[in-house]
């Protein structure tokens, strides 16, 4: 699945001249919001045709809101995981 989302990455963002628009990005911070953009875009925009042509973002919220947790983690990860 990632291999599949790199190469349309590349494709759809990194190689499409209309995502860069003066031939090429001047720096660092172009190219993450381009980056930005491709995946704000990917989740909240783009048709996904497998999922009846809406942005995944609304078919995940259609699917929750019918649909409720049944089961939860038996070991819940504690609030300050990962903290010092």
Known sequence: MAEAFNSLFKAECIRNPVMRPRGGWAGVGEVEIAVAEYVE?????????EI????????????WSTHTVTSYRENPVPANAGTN
């Open 52 to 63: 009846g042509h809406v942005p995944p973002v609304e078919y995940e919220s259609a699917y």
């Open 41 to 49: 875009w990917f989740n909240h925009r783009r048709l996904h045709g």
